[in-house]
């Protein structure tokens, strides 16, 4: 553990102020705020009142994100934060307030400000079937409205309407038919967004990071769908209350548990199962969920394995809980918490899972101030066993590896007539232990490895959302963040004097004490986003923002895999810096007015401290790893178009991508700029949900993906020796060619259970056909010599699946 107090004088005097800063902020501000609004007691008629509260779903007592409150009158409004709470600043008089949300019953309140603010708390039911097109105009607005860009979200309803591998709903490889969203293939761990590696992409549960979302090599994510309440993917734009990575943000947000009842809710399938149970707590003031998955594919196939292969593992489960209590009015806290594990291989296999754990604590200082503040903790590791079975318990090697934080994070709103400011800070304490290795032969047994490495990584930021006049609204704010590379630890200087791509040696070492500072960075980090309505349904739209990451994913693999390697940036290593600038049209058009969405968004992404790798770079167990890597710039731009339909008996949305992304690195295609292996030139996919009005119970959906190929790097002569063919790529060019194109048609038809009066009971079966035309779509191409003929090199393309796969599902809900 990192002795705090063992820091350079330097470094101390900069924590105690970061410490100081907070404090302040927490014992300052509120009372700035009860002054201020104990000065705006009525004494004149222009003097300001609050209307806040939560808004809530009706049927379990959820916190809503993402409500629009809208003020007729003054034409502005609000948006509920993550937790459903909301405020609004107006001068005294009578008001017409909307709320909507997608999916629920649009209400009307007529309120009438005069002396004092006005608490609303509000609770809305979905909408039914019938009255889909009465509710969709007032409630589809904010595509055009928000000032949100690049930003999409997925709610649970349809996520469970996409049609998925082995019939399981997944929110990751949900989120990769929106536009720029991107895999190099089935099979591959993570998603990649407008030109970025899986590693720039803070994929957060609760607010608590998660390294590694997916199980099985990437077929399934992590997130249990019944416990997902949101998921909201920000590609740019990103406001300054989120910093650590410089290409997305994919915030999941799990259920409260339902408030008002007991629920069962569970899903058999062919692959795994799921189970998860809600309930009020404490009369009401709380509630729990917890919710649980098992595959059980390795237990199903035991009977058809042969000797070689009995007692294989492979096999995943995860288990999700989450609970809240309500102490009063004005404090509410929340536990939650993920632990999930993966285990694959016969004799010799892999082993890896994460578990958080968050602690939240919502404070209304008053009508005006809001506190979130957070502590959470982030576990993941790995590892790589040479006898899952033990069957020769005194021969085996073994490597470990983890990644462990510790958070505190404290977030402010502040609600002043047509600002709504955001504010707070975060500190991060990473501890890096890249690989321990334990070998044991004829029963002696012998440890070694990598020592661990630690960072402190703190910021501050402040943001402002403001509405200039009913059409021009601006969201601008700054983040300073600042990375402590700290001890105990070793630190290496390296030859520079070598050719370009090769591997550089140490030359000296110096070992730090506990605490003592190695390396700083520190990087201002401004956002800007702005608004224009053009008419009542259609803007134009704006933004920048520069992100600073410290951490970094050493693969050097076409795909990454669980067992890649994280490493902090260090005296070698800088910080990865993206800027990235965004412009968008947005317009709703239809018969109801908003019942088509369009959008078409262009970026431009400049990326510096790219890491690569020289050939031949060694990355397990590398004490002197930092002198395989390479430093270099990127660049990523391209264009998205979006159309979306929500209503009708047929809808959903299809997308299009053309982006470019590429990496100039010295010493790698002779310098020259090269696309990444994550490239893909033309994306388009298609969501099509079918609910026909004369088939009650049964609904249909489609989804349809059309992709380039990726890039690989493949041999451009050979020579022959002694009858053998080696192939050879002459020149050192990188990913010179593509591999073929991808596409799949996923299908799937979900027929609802008898409803009966009598009963609670609601079941459906999901029947759903992946690849449905058995398309061979390749992973990778590689390439070896004809066993019959060793002078002829053929290419081989390895394809994870090539065949259709059918599924079936049962879902209930008690």
């Known amino acids: ?87 609004i600043t107006l001068l005294p008089g009578t008001y017409t307030v909307v709320i909507s949300y ?43 409205k928000n000032i949100e860009m690049s930003v999409n979200r997925i709610d649970t309803k349809t996520l469970q309407r996409i049609p998925a591998l082995l019939g399981e709903v997944d929110v990751v490889r949900s989120i990769q038919l929106l536009p720029g969203v991107s895999t190099v293939g089935e099979g591959a761990t993570g998603f990649n967004v407008r030109g970025g590696s899986i590693d720039q992409n803070l994929v957060l549960l609760d607010e608590a990071p998660v390294y590694n979302s997916s199980h099985l090599f990437g077929f399934f994510s992590v997130f249990n769908p019944d416990a997902v309440k949101d998921v909201k993917l920000i590609k740019g734009g990103i ?58 594919a390795d237990i199903l196939a035991q009977p058809f394995l042969n000797n070689d292969l009995r007692g294989s593992k492979f096999y995943f489960y995860d288990l999700t809980a989450k609970a809240n209590y309500r102490i009063n009015d004005k404090n509410t806290v929340f536990l939650s918490g993920y632990f999930g594990r993966d285990v694959f291989g016969a004799d010799f296999g892999f082993n890896w899972g994460s578990a958080t754990a968050s602690v939240r604590w919502n404070h209304v200082f008053s009508d005006k101030l809001f506190l979130n503040t957070t502590a959470y903790y982030s576990n993941y590791d790995y590892s790589l066993d040479s006898d899952l079975k033990r069957k020769e318990p005194n021969d085996f090697f073994r490597t470990d590896s983890r990644i462990v934080d510790y958070s505190l994070k404290p977030d402010f709103s502040l609600f002043l007539g047509k600002n709504t400011i955001t504010f707070g800070g975060q500190a991060i304490l990473h501890d890096f232990q890249p690989g321990t290795a334990t070998a044991a032969s004829s029963g002696s047994i012998r440890t070694f490895g990598l020592e661990s490495k630690y960072a402190l990584e703190n910021a501050l930021y ?109 005296n070698n290593i800088k910080p990865q810096i993206a800027d990235q600038i965004a412009g968008g049209y947005f317009r709703n ?37 930092e002198g395989d890597l390479l430093s270099g710039r990127g660049r990523a731009y391209g264009a998205e178009f979006y159309l979306k339909r929500n209503t009708g008996v047929v809808n959903g949305w299809i997308s299009y991508t053309l982006a470019k992304t590429e990496r100039q690195v010295e010493g790698i295609n002779n310098g020259n700029w090269f696309p990444t292996r994550f490239d893909k030139r033309h994306t388009l996919t298609s ?14 959906s489609a989804t349809f993906t059309l ?100 599924s079936v599902t049962y879902n209930f809900k008690f």
């Open 1 to 87: 553990m990192v002795n705090y107090c063992t820091l350079t004088n330097y470094n101390c005097m900069y924590y105690k102020q970061l410490l100081w800063l907070l404090v302040a902020t927490f014992l300052a501000l509120p009372m700035q705020a009860q002054t201020t609004q104990n000065a705006l007691q009525p004494t004149t008629s222009q003097d300001k009142q609050t209307i806040s509260g939560y808004i809530k779903d009706a049927a379990n007592g959820e916190g809503l994100i993402g409500v629009s409150v809208y003020v007729k009158e003054t034409g502005t409004g609000a948006v509920t934060n993550s937790y459903g709470f909301y405020g």
């Open 462 to 570: 402040i943001g402002n959302d403001q509405q200039i006049s009913p059409r021009l609204q601006l969201q601008y704010g700054l983040r300073y963040s600042l990375f402590n590379y700290i001890g105990p630890g070793e630190a290496y200087a390296f030859t520079t004097d070598v050719p370009l791509g090769t591997r550089r040696l140490p030359i000296t070492t110096v070992q730090y004490r506990s605490g003592n500072n190695i390396q700083t960075y520190g990087n201002w980090e401004p956002r800007f986003s702005a608004k224009y309505e053009l008419t009542d349904n259609s803007s134009l739209k704006l933004s920048y923002n520069r992100l600073a990451q410290y951490i970094h994913l050493v693969s050097n693999t076409t795909a990454s895999t669980p067992l890649d390697i994280w490493t902090p940036s260090t």
């Open 102 to 144: 997608v999916g629920y019953e649009t209400q009307t309140k007529t309120i009438t400000l005069g002396g004092q603010n006005v608490r609303l708390d509000m609770e809305l039911s979905q909408e039914g079937r019938n009255l889909q097109e009465v509710t969709v105009s007032a409630e589809r607005e904010a595509n055009v």
């Open 589 to 625: 058009f239809g018969r109801s007015r908003n019942e088509f969405e369009a959008s078409v968004e262009v970026y431009y992404k400049w990326l510096q401290n790219q890491i690569d790798y020289i050939d031949g770079a060694n990355l397990i167990l590398n004490k002197f790893l």
């Open 687 to 700: 969501v099509l949900l079918f609910d026909p009005a004369n088939a009650k119970r049964w609904n249909f």
């Open 707 to 806: 992709a380039s190929g990726t890039p690989a790097t493949f041999p451009t002569n050979r020579f022959e020796y002694q009858g053998y063919v080696v192939p050879q790529n002459f020149g050192n060019t990188r990913n010179n060619y593509r591999i073929p194109p991808y596409h799949r048609l996923d299908l799937a038809a979900t027929l609802q259970g008898r409803r009966r009066p009598s009963k609670r009971k609601e079941d459906n079966w999901v029947f759903s056909v992946y690849n449905v035309y058995a398309r061979k779509n390749p992973f990778s191409v590689y390439f070896r010599q004809n066993e019959d003929n060793p002078r002829v090199t053929e290419a081989v393309r390895y394809s994870v699946f090539a065949t259709l796969i059918p």
């Open 239 to 296: 406001p300054s209350n989120y910093g650590g990575r410089i290409a997305s943000i994919l915030d999941v947000r799990l259920k409260e548990g339902n408030a008002k009842k007991p629920e069962l809710n569970g899903g058999i399938g062919l692959i795994f199962s799921r189970l998860s149970y809600e309930r009020p707590l404490f009369k009401g003031k709380g509630s729990f969920i917890v919710a649980g998955r098992r595959s059980y």
